[in-house]
Protein backbone atom coordinates (compact mmCIF):
# COMPACT_ATOMS: atom_id res chain seq x y z
CA UNK A 1 0.00 0.00 0.00
CA UNK A 2 1.33 3.87 -0.99
CA UNK A 3 0.41 6.39 1.03
CA UNK A 4 0.50 9.71 -0.44
CA UNK A 5 3.29 12.58 0.78
CA UNK A 6 2.95 13.46 4.07
CA UNK A 7 -0.75 12.78 4.33
CA UNK A 8 -2.40 15.00 7.79
CA UNK A 9 -3.41 13.08 10.25
CA UNK A 10 -5.97 14.73 12.86
CA UNK A 11 -5.66 13.15 16.45
CA UNK A 12 -8.92 14.13 19.10
CA UNK A 13 -6.60 13.11 22.17
CA UNK A 14 -8.82 15.00 25.46
CA UNK A 15 -5.70 15.39 27.73
CA UNK A 16 -2.38 16.43 26.07
CA UNK A 17 0.25 18.54 27.13
CA UNK A 18 0.98 20.93 28.45
CA UNK A 19 -2.82 19.65 30.24
CA UNK A 20 -0.71 16.64 31.67
CA UNK A 21 -4.05 14.19 32.70
CA UNK A 22 -4.02 10.89 30.89
CA UNK A 23 0.02 9.84 30.91
CA UNK A 24 -1.37 6.08 28.68
CA UNK A 25 -2.62 7.86 25.52
CA UNK A 26 -0.65 10.83 25.92
CA UNK A 27 3.03 8.68 25.53
CA UNK A 28 1.72 6.71 23.09
CA UNK A 29 0.50 9.57 20.70
CA UNK A 30 3.90 11.37 21.24
CA UNK A 31 5.67 8.10 20.58
CA UNK A 32 3.79 7.30 17.56
CA UNK A 33 3.79 11.12 16.23
CA UNK A 34 7.61 11.35 16.94
CA UNK A 35 8.22 8.12 15.04
CA UNK A 36 6.09 9.14 11.81
CA UNK A 37 6.42 12.89 11.44
CA UNK A 38 8.73 12.77 8.71
CA UNK A 39 6.14 10.59 6.79
CA UNK A 40 2.77 12.33 7.95
CA UNK A 41 1.65 15.57 9.04
CA UNK A 42 0.23 15.41 12.94
CA UNK A 43 -2.17 17.75 14.63
CA UNK A 44 -3.52 17.03 18.04
CA UNK A 45 -6.67 18.55 18.83
CA UNK A 46 -6.85 18.73 23.25
CA UNK A 47 -9.24 19.74 26.36
CA UNK A 48 -7.93 23.66 27.35
CA UNK A 49 -6.49 22.93 30.98
CA UNK A 50 -5.76 26.40 31.44
CA UNK A 51 -9.26 28.31 30.49
CA UNK A 52 -6.87 30.44 28.58
CA UNK A 53 -6.80 28.50 24.72
CA UNK A 54 -4.79 29.73 22.34
CA UNK A 55 -6.61 31.12 19.53
CA UNK A 56 -4.27 29.10 16.63
CA UNK A 57 -2.51 26.66 16.74
CA UNK A 58 0.46 26.32 18.93
CA UNK A 59 3.61 23.80 18.10
CA UNK A 60 4.66 22.15 20.93
CA UNK A 61 8.55 20.09 20.50
CA UNK A 62 6.48 17.39 18.77
CA UNK A 63 2.92 18.67 17.13
CA UNK A 64 0.72 21.26 16.44
CA UNK A 65 -1.00 21.33 19.06
CA UNK A 66 -5.08 23.19 19.47
CA UNK A 67 -6.47 23.43 22.90
CA UNK A 68 -10.52 23.88 22.84
CA UNK A 69 -12.29 25.39 25.58
CA UNK A 70 -15.10 22.45 27.21
CA UNK A 71 -18.76 22.79 27.57
CA UNK A 72 -21.26 20.01 29.20
CA UNK A 73 -21.20 17.23 26.14
CA UNK A 74 -18.65 18.96 23.64
CA UNK A 75 -15.70 20.58 23.02
CA UNK A 76 -16.40 24.40 22.08
CA UNK A 77 -15.56 25.21 18.54
CA UNK A 78 -14.82 21.48 17.37
CA UNK A 79 -17.38 21.29 14.71
CA UNK A 80 -15.87 24.74 13.19
CA UNK A 81 -12.27 23.14 13.20
CA UNK A 82 -13.59 19.80 12.08
CA UNK A 83 -15.04 21.51 9.42
CA UNK A 84 -12.25 24.17 8.52
CA UNK A 85 -9.05 22.09 9.06
CA UNK A 86 -7.90 19.75 6.02
CA UNK A 87 -7.30 16.54 7.01
CA UNK A 88 -6.54 12.87 5.32
CA UNK A 89 -7.62 10.34 8.59
CA UNK A 90 -9.43 11.42 11.75
CA UNK A 91 -8.44 9.65 14.74
CA UNK A 92 -10.57 9.90 17.83
CA UNK A 93 -9.52 8.42 21.61
CA UNK A 94 -11.73 6.90 23.43
CA UNK A 95 -15.32 5.00 22.89
CA UNK A 96 -17.37 6.53 25.83
CA UNK A 97 -15.29 10.45 25.77
CA UNK A 98 -18.18 12.68 25.22
CA UNK A 99 -16.26 15.88 24.43
CA UNK A 100 -14.56 14.73 21.44
CA UNK A 101 -15.58 10.98 20.07
CA UNK A 102 -19.43 11.29 20.75
CA UNK A 103 -19.91 14.48 19.16
CA UNK A 104 -17.64 14.07 16.28
CA UNK A 105 -19.66 10.60 15.56
CA UNK A 106 -22.66 12.64 15.47
CA UNK A 107 -21.37 15.33 13.61
CA UNK A 108 -20.21 12.45 10.73
CA UNK A 109 -23.37 10.83 10.69
CA UNK A 110 -25.18 13.47 9.50
CA UNK A 111 -23.02 14.99 7.04
CA UNK A 112 -21.56 18.46 8.98
CA UNK A 113 -18.37 17.70 8.85
CA UNK A 114 -16.17 15.60 5.96
CA UNK A 115 -16.50 12.02 6.03
CA UNK A 116 -12.52 11.42 5.86
CA UNK A 117 -11.30 7.97 6.54
CA UNK A 118 -11.93 7.33 10.62
CA UNK A 119 -10.46 5.41 13.19
CA UNK A 120 -11.16 4.68 16.58
CA UNK A 121 -9.32 3.78 19.95
CA UNK A 122 -11.12 2.80 22.49
CA UNK A 123 -8.03 2.79 24.90
CA UNK A 124 -9.10 -0.61 26.42
CA UNK A 125 -12.67 0.92 27.63
CA UNK A 126 -14.06 -2.42 26.64
CA UNK A 127 -12.40 -4.62 29.00
CA UNK A 128 -14.46 -6.33 31.67
CA UNK A 129 -13.13 -4.04 34.33
CA UNK A 130 -13.74 -0.95 32.54
CA UNK A 131 -17.22 -2.22 31.01
CA UNK A 132 -18.43 -3.07 35.01
CA UNK A 133 -17.83 0.30 35.85
CA UNK A 134 -21.12 2.33 35.08
CA UNK A 135 -22.34 -0.55 33.06
CA UNK A 136 -25.81 0.87 33.01
CA UNK A 137 -24.53 4.00 31.41
CA UNK A 138 -22.57 2.60 29.22
CA UNK A 139 -24.75 -0.17 28.11
CA UNK A 140 -27.43 2.43 26.81
CA UNK A 141 -24.81 4.56 24.78
CA UNK A 142 -23.42 1.46 23.04
CA UNK A 143 -27.26 0.45 22.41
CA UNK A 144 -27.71 4.11 21.22
CA UNK A 145 -24.60 3.94 19.02
CA UNK A 146 -25.43 0.63 17.44
CA UNK A 147 -29.03 1.62 16.71
CA UNK A 148 -27.75 4.66 14.91
CA UNK A 149 -25.08 2.99 13.38
CA UNK A 150 -22.51 5.45 14.22
CA UNK A 151 -19.31 3.63 13.75
CA UNK A 152 -20.63 1.88 11.11
CA UNK A 153 -18.10 3.53 8.67
CA UNK A 154 -15.49 3.80 11.25
CA UNK A 155 -12.38 1.87 11.54
CA UNK A 156 -11.78 0.17 15.21
CA UNK A 157 -8.28 0.25 16.18
CA UNK A 158 -6.95 -2.41 18.54
CA UNK A 159 -3.34 -2.54 20.38
CA UNK A 160 -3.14 -6.09 21.15
CA UNK A 161 -5.13 -9.58 20.54
CA UNK A 162 -6.94 -9.13 23.61
CA UNK A 163 -8.61 -5.94 23.40
CA UNK A 164 -9.68 -6.80 19.29
CA UNK A 165 -11.74 -9.57 21.30
CA UNK A 166 -13.13 -7.09 23.40
CA UNK A 167 -14.15 -4.86 20.37
CA UNK A 168 -15.87 -7.74 18.63
CA UNK A 169 -17.75 -9.18 21.79
CA UNK A 170 -19.20 -5.21 21.23
CA UNK A 171 -20.58 -6.49 17.95
CA UNK A 172 -20.45 -2.24 17.26
CA UNK A 173 -20.80 -2.31 13.17
CA UNK A 174 -17.83 -0.80 11.33
CA UNK A 175 -15.78 -0.93 8.46
CA UNK A 176 -13.35 -3.60 10.54
CA UNK A 177 -11.28 -3.87 13.08
CA UNK A 178 -7.35 -3.25 13.08
CA UNK A 179 -4.47 -4.70 15.29
CA UNK A 180 -1.65 -2.00 15.47
CA UNK A 181 0.29 -1.85 19.10
CA UNK A 182 0.98 0.93 21.15
CA UNK A 183 3.90 3.14 20.16
CA UNK A 184 6.16 3.24 23.28
CA UNK A 185 9.19 5.05 24.18
CA UNK A 186 12.60 3.10 25.89
CA UNK A 187 13.93 5.94 28.77
CA UNK A 188 17.10 6.07 29.98
CA UNK A 189 17.66 3.93 33.14
CA UNK A 190 17.45 6.57 36.15
CA UNK A 191 20.62 6.97 38.42
CA UNK A 192 18.03 7.12 41.36
CA UNK A 193 17.59 3.54 43.27
CA UNK A 194 15.67 2.94 46.28
CA UNK A 195 17.38 4.24 49.93
CA UNK A 196 15.29 1.28 51.86
CA UNK A 197 16.48 -1.56 54.36
CA UNK A 198 15.28 -4.89 54.10
CA UNK A 199 11.90 -5.40 56.06
CA UNK A 200 10.68 -2.36 54.77
CA UNK A 201 9.66 -0.94 50.99
CA UNK A 202 8.93 1.79 49.38
CA UNK A 203 5.95 1.17 47.27
CA UNK A 204 4.82 3.55 43.89
CA UNK A 205 1.04 3.99 42.58
CA UNK A 206 1.02 6.11 39.11
CA UNK A 207 -2.26 6.31 37.38
CA UNK A 208 -5.15 8.83 37.19
CA UNK A 209 -7.21 8.72 40.38
CA UNK A 210 -10.58 6.89 38.98
CA UNK A 211 -12.14 3.90 39.48
CA UNK A 212 -11.09 1.62 36.95
CA UNK A 213 -7.31 1.77 38.04
CA UNK A 214 -8.19 0.20 41.38
CA UNK A 215 -6.47 2.04 43.75
CA UNK A 216 -9.51 0.95 46.60
CA UNK A 217 -8.24 -2.32 45.98
CA UNK A 218 -4.18 -1.32 46.27
CA UNK A 219 -5.19 0.53 49.95
CA UNK A 220 -7.23 -2.64 51.36
CA UNK A 221 -4.20 -4.81 50.54
CA UNK A 222 -1.73 -2.91 52.04
CA UNK A 223 -4.39 -2.89 54.94
CA UNK A 224 -3.42 -6.59 55.58
CA UNK A 225 0.25 -6.89 55.37
CA UNK A 226 2.43 -6.92 57.96
CA UNK A 227 5.76 -5.12 56.60
CA UNK A 228 6.18 -1.77 57.16
CA UNK A 229 5.83 0.49 53.84
CA UNK A 230 5.54 3.71 52.45
CA UNK A 231 3.16 4.25 49.38
CA UNK A 232 3.44 6.97 47.33
CA UNK A 233 -0.03 8.21 45.01
CA UNK A 234 1.24 9.96 42.00
CA UNK A 235 -1.60 11.10 39.11
CA UNK A 236 -4.26 13.62 38.98
CA UNK A 237 -7.69 12.97 40.58
CA UNK A 238 -10.26 12.70 37.90
CA UNK A 239 -13.46 11.59 39.92
CA UNK A 240 -13.62 13.55 43.24
CA UNK A 241 -16.01 11.33 44.96
CA UNK A 242 -13.96 8.37 44.16
CA UNK A 243 -10.95 9.93 46.51
CA UNK A 244 -13.13 11.54 49.17
CA UNK A 245 -13.86 7.29 49.71
CA UNK A 246 -10.29 6.75 49.38
CA UNK A 247 -9.27 9.51 51.83
CA UNK A 248 -11.75 8.25 54.35
CA UNK A 249 -9.40 4.30 53.69
CA UNK A 250 -6.35 5.97 54.25
CA UNK A 251 -7.13 7.76 57.72
CA UNK A 252 -7.86 4.39 59.25
CA UNK A 253 -4.66 2.24 57.76
CA UNK A 254 -2.56 0.40 60.48
CA UNK A 255 0.58 2.30 61.85
CA UNK A 256 2.93 -0.14 59.68
CA UNK A 257 1.77 1.60 56.20
CA UNK A 258 2.16 5.24 55.26
CA UNK A 259 0.22 6.80 52.37
CA UNK A 260 1.30 9.99 50.74
CA UNK A 261 -0.96 11.60 47.81
CA UNK A 262 2.06 13.11 45.88
CA UNK A 263 -0.44 14.82 42.78
CA UNK A 264 0.23 14.72 38.91
CA UNK A 265 3.82 13.65 38.05
CA UNK A 266 5.32 15.70 34.55
CA UNK A 267 5.88 12.65 32.42
CA UNK A 268 9.70 13.97 32.29
CA UNK A 269 10.37 13.21 36.06
CA UNK A 270 8.70 9.74 36.07
CA UNK A 271 11.85 7.51 35.00
CA UNK A 272 13.81 9.25 37.62
CA UNK A 273 11.36 8.86 40.15
CA UNK A 274 10.48 5.03 40.06
CA UNK A 275 13.13 4.63 39.91
CA UNK A 276 13.41 5.22 44.10
CA UNK A 277 10.89 3.06 44.61
CA UNK A 278 11.46 -1.09 45.46
CA UNK A 279 7.88 -1.76 43.77
CA UNK A 280 5.25 -0.59 41.55
CA UNK A 281 1.59 -1.37 42.42
CA UNK A 282 -1.27 -0.99 40.03
CA UNK A 283 -3.80 -3.84 40.32
CA UNK A 284 -5.73 -2.01 37.75
CA UNK A 285 -9.30 -3.19 36.33
CA UNK A 286 -8.04 -2.93 32.68
CA UNK A 287 -5.27 -1.61 30.34
CA UNK A 288 -4.79 -2.19 26.68
CA UNK A 289 -1.02 -1.50 27.41
CA UNK A 290 -0.31 -0.37 31.07
CA UNK A 291 2.05 2.83 29.77
CA UNK A 292 3.15 3.08 33.58
CA UNK A 293 3.60 -0.07 34.06
CA UNK A 294 5.92 -0.25 31.17
CA UNK A 295 7.75 2.89 32.47
CA UNK A 296 7.75 1.30 35.73
CA UNK A 297 9.83 -1.32 34.37
CA UNK A 298 12.31 0.66 31.87
CA UNK A 299 12.99 2.52 35.37
CA UNK A 300 14.25 -0.92 36.75
CA UNK A 301 11.55 -1.35 39.53
CA UNK A 302 9.49 -4.79 39.66
CA UNK A 303 5.76 -4.59 39.38
CA UNK A 304 2.45 -5.82 41.63
CA UNK A 305 -0.20 -5.59 39.03
CA UNK A 306 -3.20 -7.63 38.07
CA UNK A 307 -3.83 -10.10 35.36
CA UNK A 308 -5.69 -7.08 33.15
CA UNK A 309 -3.24 -6.04 31.13
CA UNK A 310 -0.92 -7.63 28.20
CA UNK A 311 2.23 -7.92 30.98
CA UNK A 312 1.29 -11.55 31.82
CA UNK A 313 4.10 -14.64 33.11
CA UNK A 314 6.19 -11.72 35.05
CA UNK A 315 7.33 -14.42 38.21
CA UNK A 316 9.04 -16.50 35.80
CA UNK A 317 10.84 -13.46 33.94
CA UNK A 318 11.84 -12.37 37.56
CA UNK A 319 10.27 -8.86 36.88
CA UNK A 320 7.20 -9.02 39.13
CA UNK A 321 4.14 -10.28 39.68
CA UNK A 322 0.55 -10.14 37.61
CA UNK A 323 -1.94 -11.63 39.98
CA UNK A 324 -5.63 -12.42 39.74
CA UNK A 325 -7.84 -9.90 41.44
CA UNK A 326 -9.82 -12.42 43.02
CA UNK A 327 -7.30 -13.73 45.66
CA UNK A 328 -6.05 -10.38 47.68
CA UNK A 329 -4.42 -12.27 49.74
CA UNK A 330 -1.89 -13.33 47.65
CA UNK A 331 -1.43 -9.94 46.77
CA UNK A 332 -0.88 -9.40 50.56
CA UNK A 333 1.63 -12.77 50.85
CA UNK A 334 3.78 -11.19 47.50
CA UNK A 335 4.39 -7.86 49.64
CA UNK A 336 5.13 -9.21 52.38
CA UNK A 337 7.52 -11.38 51.09
CA UNK A 338 9.39 -9.61 48.85
CA UNK A 339 10.04 -7.06 52.25
CA UNK A 340 12.13 -9.89 53.10
CA UNK A 341 13.95 -10.37 50.13
CA UNK A 342 17.63 -10.07 50.33
CA UNK A 343 19.44 -7.45 48.56
CA UNK A 344 20.88 -9.61 46.13
CA UNK A 345 16.98 -10.95 45.31
CA UNK A 346 15.91 -7.72 44.86
CA UNK A 347 18.74 -6.28 42.52
CA UNK A 348 18.05 -9.35 40.44
CA UNK A 349 14.47 -8.17 39.93
CA UNK A 350 15.35 -4.54 39.00
CA UNK A 351 17.67 -6.16 36.66
CA UNK A 352 14.90 -8.66 35.25
CA UNK A 353 12.49 -5.55 35.05
CA UNK A 354 14.96 -3.07 32.70
CA UNK A 355 15.11 -6.19 30.49
CA UNK A 356 11.84 -7.13 30.03
CA UNK A 357 11.19 -3.36 29.21
CA UNK A 358 14.19 -3.25 26.77
CA UNK A 359 12.96 -6.52 25.17
CA UNK A 360 9.25 -5.57 24.68
CA UNK A 361 10.58 -2.38 23.04
CA UNK A 362 13.48 -4.45 21.12
CA UNK A 363 10.38 -7.01 19.60
CA UNK A 364 7.87 -4.20 18.93
CA UNK A 365 6.66 -3.62 15.22
CA UNK A 366 4.22 -0.39 16.46
CA UNK A 367 5.47 2.14 14.20
CA UNK A 368 5.60 0.13 11.04
CA UNK A 369 2.15 -1.37 12.18
CA UNK A 370 0.85 2.15 12.80
CA UNK A 371 2.45 3.09 9.76
CA UNK A 372 0.56 0.05 7.77
CA UNK A 373 -2.83 0.91 9.42
CA UNK A 374 -2.87 4.50 8.52
CA UNK A 375 -2.14 3.63 4.66
CA UNK A 376 -4.43 0.98 4.92
CA UNK A 377 -7.68 3.20 6.24
CA UNK A 378 -6.91 5.59 3.14
CA UNK A 379 -6.56 3.28 0.31
CA UNK A 380 -10.35 2.35 1.48
CA UNK A 381 -11.73 5.47 1.51
CA UNK A 382 -14.71 3.76 -1.25
CA UNK A 383 -17.78 1.93 0.02
CA UNK A 384 -17.97 -0.56 2.86
CA UNK A 385 -15.33 -3.88 2.19
Known sequence: MICARRPRILSLLGCYWPGNEATGPNQSFRAFATGLRDEFDIRVVARDSSGKAPPEWQ????????QLSIRRFRARGLLKLLRETPHDVLLLNGFHDQEFTIPALILRKYGLIPATPTILSPRG???????????????????????????????????????????????LPCRGILLAPNARNLPNLPSTAPSGA??????????????????????????????????????????????????????????NVSVHARGPLA??????TLGAYDLFFLPTLGENFGH????????????????????????????????????????????????????????????????????SF???DALEAIRRMLCHVMNHKGARS
Do not use: C
Not at 59 to 66: E, H, I, R, S, T
Not at 134 to 159: C, E, I, N, P
Not at 323 to 333: I, K, N, T
Open 125 to 171: EFAMGALSLKAGKKRLYQSFVRQMRLTQDVWFHATAEHEFGDIEATR
Open 198 to 255: NGSLRIAFLGRIAAVKNLEFALDVLARTTTPLTFDIYGPVVDPEYWARLEQKILKLPE
Open 59 to 66: VDNVVPLK
Open 292 to 359: AINEALASGVPVLISQNTPWRDLARKGAGWDLPLDSPMAFVETIDQFAKAPAEARAAARRAARALAEQ
Open 267 to 272: HEAVSA
Open 362 to 364: AES
